[in-house]
Structure formats: C-alpha cells, structure tokens
C-alpha cells in the first residue's frame, strides 16, 4: 500500500488540518469583492509550519470560483516571469481579437488583419505588469472573476520587484479591479517588507500567522489519510504519533511517513511501528529543520539559545542574562533577534520559550558533541 504521508516543503499533505478558517477568511474575501481586507492577505510562520501548502491550498479555492492564478516566488527576476511568462500564457487563453482590441489602447497599435498570436505577444510583454492586469481584469470582467496574485517566500532581497508588484496591485484596488494578492514568508523576512514605505498596502495586508495544529486535528491528519489508504490504527500508536508530532505541521508527516513505511503490507499500524516512527522523524529532524534554521544565526545568537537550552521548559530573561553573563539591554536585543527569526517566542512578560518543535533537545545534543 503506498505511503499517503511526503515530508517534502511545499508538497500539499493528504490531508491539511486546521486551516480551515484561515481558508475560509480568504474564500470570504473573494466572494465580498474589491475593496476587502482580506484581498491583501499575508501568511507567516516558523519553517515547516505550511506556509507554501497553505498558498496551494487558496490558489485551488480560487480556481475553483474559475479565478485565473499566477503562483511564484519571491526569487530574482519575478517580476519578469510574471510579465513575460504567466501574464501572457494566461491572456492567450482569451480570443485575440478581444486581446489586440483592449492592447491598442495601451501600446502601439496593432496592423489589423493576419496578425499571429506571437506578435499580440510581442505586445502584451511590451505592455509590462500594470497594463497586462488591466487588459485581463477587463477581460475576466465579462467572466465574474479575477486574478489572484500570490508570493512565495518574501524577502528583502527582492525590495525593488515588490515595489514595482505593490504598485501595481495598489493601483487595481483602487480601480475597484479583480485582483487579489496572498504573500507568504517568514515573520522576519515580512516586518521588514512591510515597513518599507512604498508597500503600504502590506502593512495593511491581513496577516495570518500559521502556527501549531491541535492535538484533535493531528489526530485526523493521521487517522483519516491511513484509513483511506487501507490500512488501520489503534488509539495508543496513534497518540503516540500524535505526541511525537508536536502539533508541527512538518513533523506530522515526516510521522507519518516514518512509521507508514516500516511495514507498508501489514493491515495495522502497531504501537512498536508508531514509537520506531517517531524516533526516525525526530532524527530527521535535525538535518531537515534545526541545521537550515539554525544556519543563519549568529554565534551570540546561538549562546542565547544555549542559555536557553538548560531549562526544561520557558526559560527567564533573567536566567537567560546571567548564563550569557551579558547586561539585560544586551540580551534583550538578542531576544528581539530571534522572535524575529521565528526560533524563540514569548510565553508570558520575561519570558521566551522555543518555537520550533525540539529545538530544545537538538541543541543540547549538539552542546553535549562540542565540549
Ligand atoms: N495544515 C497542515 N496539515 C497537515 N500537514 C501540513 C499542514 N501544513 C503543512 N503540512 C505539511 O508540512 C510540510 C511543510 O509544509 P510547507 O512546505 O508548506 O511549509 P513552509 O511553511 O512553506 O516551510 P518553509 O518555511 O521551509 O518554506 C509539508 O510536508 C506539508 O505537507
Ligand atoms: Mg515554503
């Protein structure tokens, strides 16, 4: 029987749990139309949290209302795929009479008469990113629907590509256009882009902050994929399942691959497969989790999170200072550092706990190698 269960990024998971408002804010705000909060919405969470699973997911609701997508990430140069790759594809999918007829208005006319769609092309690509939304928003008017725009991984990095995006999308909401913009990204990479002056309209985005799934919810992430995929579990393996999952998104279908895969023949999923399964994700974890995010942090960073490390569970700003032997403004701008960084979050007022599921134990492991 195959494996229901991928922990790959950005693969969408059998079954994804616990969204289903976040979801349903979006379906809402396309339905009230332009003019809607939630036209402009951005999702943040740690790494693994769902982030790109949750974008697919809203492209799909989206399609199904017969909206036209346009899916890409926030890597150099997107921008020009927007303009010279999706916009285009998505315009030739219209009569190109009704396509050179809205393009003359805006570029050089067209010779009327045996003209090619490769040479409307030509123009469409010339009519840049502003233009191209307006010829297809009026076109998609006669359709009752729109475009939806969304933006992986957003960075700083691609400062000037968002400005010219933001302009754009700012532009078609004031003209009362059917457009709808989702980014998404890490909570880190988000605030910065959104105190940028020209990206206004982020700023008043909706955001979204995609965090831990319920113990009920893993449950069904679990339960209902294995029995549709034929095979059974008792209620003691699947809360040990449950219970190595965390409630993290990521973990919870490197689980349930892990201890899928162990006797894929067998009708039942045992107890002994279950706390196997779990200990083969947890070893993954550090290589597929804790390395990459910890791979930007800086050494003072990391003593922080050592400090951090030696308590059991949230640790004080206090205790965290004297282990660092730092004063308290010093610390308390590493703490800032690394609630930005999506690793550390405040549990209640002096105090930070990790936000990224054993954290606590790789770190200590990697303590116990080095001295
Ligand atoms: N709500 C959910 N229910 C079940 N599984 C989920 C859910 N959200 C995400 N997953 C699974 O978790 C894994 C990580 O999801 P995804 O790649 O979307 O995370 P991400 O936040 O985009 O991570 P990164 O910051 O690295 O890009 C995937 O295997 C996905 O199928
Ligand atoms: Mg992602």
Request: zero cysteines.
């Amino acid at each position: 029987m195959s494996n229901p269960f991928h922990a790959s990024f950005g693969v969408s998971p059998p079954l994804l749990v616990g969204r289903e408002q976040v979801i349903q804010d979006f379906e809402e705000a396309l339905e009230d139309g332009p003019g809607s909060a939630g036209r402009a919405t951005l999702y943040t969470g740690a790494r693994g949290s769902g982030k790109t699973v949750m974008l697919n997911a809203i492209e799909g609701r989206a399609r199904e209302r017969g909206w036209l997508v346009v899916s890409e990430t926030a890597t150099a140069g997107f921008i020009d795929r927007i303009t010279t790759q999706h916009l285009p594809r998505l315009l030739r999918d219209f009569d190109p009479a009704a396509v050179r007829r809205r393009l003359t208005g805006v570029t050089a006319p067209l010779r009327i008469g045996g003209v090619t769609w490769e040479t409307i092309e030509a123009h469409v690509i010339q009519a840049g990113l502003r233009n191209q939304i307006e010829v297809l928003t009026d076109l998609l008017v006669d359709h009752d629907t729109g475009i939806l725009i969304t933006l992986d991984e957003i960075h700083r990095n691609q400062i000037a590509d968002l400005r010219e995006l933001a302009t754009t999308v700012q532009h078609a909401f004031r003209e009362g256009r059917e457009l709808a913009f989702v980014g998404a990204g890490l909570a880190a990479g988000i605030s910065d882009i959104v105190n940028d002056d020209v990206l206004t309209f982020l700023r008043r985005a909706e955001r979204h902050t995609l965090g831990t799934v319920s113990r009920s919810e893993v449950e069904r992430a679990f339960r209902e994929p294995i029995e549709a995929a034929g095979r059974k579990i008792g209620s003691a393996a699947l809360s040990t399942m449950v219970d190595g999952a965390d409630g993290y998104p990521f973990l919870l279908q490197l689980v349930g691959a892990q201890t899928w895969r162990l006797h894929p023949q067998e009708q039942v999923i045992t107890e002994d497969d279950a706390t196997e399964g779990v200990r083969r994700a947890l070893r993954r974890l550090g290589t597929l989790v804790h390395e990459p995010a910890l791979s930007d942090v800086s050494a003072i960073d990391k003593m922080f999170l050592m400090a951090m490390a030696r308590d059991d569970g949230p640790s004080t700003m206090g205790d965290v200072q004297r282990r660092m032997d730092v004063v308290a403004n010093y610390a308390s701008q590493y703490r800032l550092r690394l609630i930005a960084a999506e690793l550390i979050h405040s549990t209640r007022r002096g105090y930070v706990d990790f936000s990224l599921p054993y954290l606590r134990e790789h770190l200590r492991e990697q303590a116990a190698v080095d001295s």
